[in-house]
């Protein structure tokens, strides 16, 4: 019964998020290769992990039972840096072509960066007692590689086809009210350095000894357990 309620809470959570994303990205971007393109590289790296796990008789515990929903996070997240880098790109060379490889050799090295820092934390849970976290772990660190594969090929393959994004998000002439919410935050970090500093270590102090008292849930474990 348990393990029916798993896969029917996946069911209904992915496409759930894709829907959510894909609207969120259309506002933003107003592109195809902004929203369609994202949502449609993070579920073939979302396909080929799954796969993978399935060819190697890999299983999802209760705990990695979270794992596509979290993929699906990360991968968003990578893909939208390379669409916003390519609509940069776009308004500098508009010829697709020249711009989407402009854009993919800027943003690999990085995207490379991030998505290794990103596995070389979830590797760090193999060093955990848990065999279930232990799992996790590799598990998430292979599904983030597969994502940032899936991104850079998909995205580097089609995006040239499309027109590029086209949002008041990122048009540094006519900035949007996130844009400029943003800036804000950041100009005044940048002249009040030492005050937001101090506050922030202050607010770093209070947050370490409240969240000292965590109490540790047990219900799922005796949930799965006979």
Known sequence: ELIKEWVSDLRIQLPIAALVYLLLLSYVFRRVAGSVLPVLAVGVGLC???????????????????????????????CTQIVTCYAA???????????????????????????????????????????????????AAIGVAVQFLSTLLVLAVLI????????????????????????????AAALRPMRILVGALFIAGVAAWLGSGVAINTYSIREVLP
């Open 48 to 78: 080929w992990t799954l796969a993978m796990f399935s060819v190697t008789g890999e299983t999802l515990n209760f705990v990695s039972n979270a794992l596509p929903a979290l993929l699906v996070i990360i991968g968003v997240s990578g």
């Open 89 to 139: 790109e776009s308004s500098r060379n508009p010829n697709r072509r020249e711009a989407a490889r402009a854009t993919i050799e800027k943003m690999a090295p990085a995207g490379l960066l991030a998505a290794l820092t990103t596995a070389v934390g979830f590797v760090s849970l193999m060093t955990a007692q848990s065999e279930l976290l232990i799992q996790f772990g590799w598990q």
């Open 160 to 187: 040239q086809f499309f027109r590029p994004p086209s949002s008041a998000v990122i048009d540094d002439r006519h900035p949007g009210l996130v844009t400029r919410f943003a800036s804000m935050l950041g100009s």
